[in-house]
């Protein structure tokens, strides 16, 4: 196809086309503009030229007037963006574009001068280094939230008891307190991998140029100030290249996402007519356009769903920056629509998420009737022998007899007789059927971070602790 000439879409000409004979075709236009991503970034792209005035004038770039009249046009630009007054326009490709076009409308002479000293690749690593530290916030929040709902929920279910599975089969009985807790753990190492990513992001990087600094004496400490950054970047080159900090965000909010697709994949089995020990509440499942007598866990299964799109866009990132060189690389105006898609999708599903925590149903008759199953106590017997003094691989294989022998004469381990324990070892006594209940092997677990009732209290009490120290510090972040 031909390229339409358009004297309409000249795109960003007025800006920087100055060494063109021709005009940009349409074509070219429509596909190298980023607009619809990247108005996202409007209001952190005003406060960074917001904070460049302020160096622009202690720079004598512009006079104290001159930086009244920009700012007070830029800070009505952030008002019709608001209002959806603002008339975005693809033809000038991206945000900064759009707004620089609109704020040279407003105060032509002295808005001409704001992109003084910057380039639109240290200007849009400023602003996406913004989104992600802001959206950190948010996030960072909703785990937390949801951290205290798991803890409340555990804290009315430490003696609640469930079967534990290994390979999907009984294993040993667990305080459902324990399961849900597991949980919490993962959060909260998200959490931390978020405030890690934080401080990846926080470094200002305007200043930087193009990519070699500037010939102005841009304060950056001010601007850093200005914008709330910790530190400033000590490499122009890197600073306008690199995007570890997006990497890391997204690898963040892919844990988060891969720990909610299990706990969903969980969920949506005990809420199965075979397991029953859940009842999700109406609001969070749907009907079925056929089958009358379905509730689906549609949500549940979205969460789980959604979470392959989330980890697809960190591989996006991480090929999208694989082998470029230095510095800045048109290739790089694709980072924005995977973290930007991902901080969305994980922060409603962490939302919706701790809703569905919040309003679960335990089917606890369900639950105990998962326990039925002797076989569940099989570890327990192997370590009533260990006590007796038999060596563990010893009692282990004693223990796998007396599973089948009960397997062969159609008992289970609790409806053997005392007679028929003997014939495998003397060692047994009458004292072995204590064993064959949920709450003595939960409670015979000694180590720390066990499932003891014991333990798990320990535990949710140091949590709270450590929410409290997680929200200061999440207040703290500027
Ligand atoms: N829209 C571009 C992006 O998001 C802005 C930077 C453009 N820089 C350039 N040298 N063309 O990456």
Known sequence: ???????????????????????????????????????????????????????????????????RDVEKALLKIKAEIKNGKFEFNKKYEDIHMNVEKRLTELVPESGAKLHTGRSRN??????????????????????????EELAAAAKSNIET???????????????????????????????????????????LTLGSGALAGVDFDIDR?????????????????????????????????SMAALHLSRFCEELIIWNSFEFGFIKLKDEFTTGSSIMPQKKNPDVLELIRGKTGGVISNLLSLFIMMKSLPLAY?????????????SADTVYSSLSIFKEIIRTLKFNKENMAAGLKDDSIYATDVATYLVKKGVPFRKSHEIAGRIVSYAENAGKTLSTMSLKEYKKITGLIAGDIFDI??????????????GTAFKEIKKVLKEYEKEIENNKKSLSALK
């Open 329 to 341: 690389n048109r290739d790089m105006q694709e980072d924005k629509k995977p973290v930007m898609e």
């Open 221 to 253: 400490r001010l601007e850093a100030d200005a914008l709330g950054f910790g530190s400033i970047s000590r490499n122009s080159m890197d600073g306008v290249s690199d995007r570890d900090f997006a990497l890391e965000f997204n690898f963040a909010l």
């Open 436 to 449: 064959f209940n949920p709450e003595a092997s939960v409670n015979s677990k000694k180590t720390a971070g």
């Open 122 to 147: 240290d200007q849009v690593s400023a602003d996406f280094r913004l989104y992600v530290k802001n959206r950190i916030k948010h996030i960072a929040k909703a785990l937390i939230d949801l951290r």
């Open 1 to 67: 196809m031909k390229p339409k000439k358009n004297k309409e879409i000249i795109s960003h000409d007025n800006f920087v086309r100055g060494r063109f004979k021709e005009d940009i075709s349409e074509i070219t236009a429509d596909f190298t503009a980023s607009l619809d991503i990247d108005k996202k970034l409007a209001d952190f792209d005003i406060d960074g030229s917001i904070a460049h005035l302020y160096a622009l004038e202690k720079a004598g770039i512009v006079s104290g007037k001159e930086k």
């Open 161 to 203: 008891i469930i079967p534990g599975y290994t390979h999907f089969q009984h294993a040993q009985p667990v305080s459902l307190a324990h399961h849900i807790l597991a949980y919490y753990e993962m959060f909260t190492r998200d959490f931390e991998k978020l405030m890690n990513a934080y401080k990846t992001a926080d470094v």
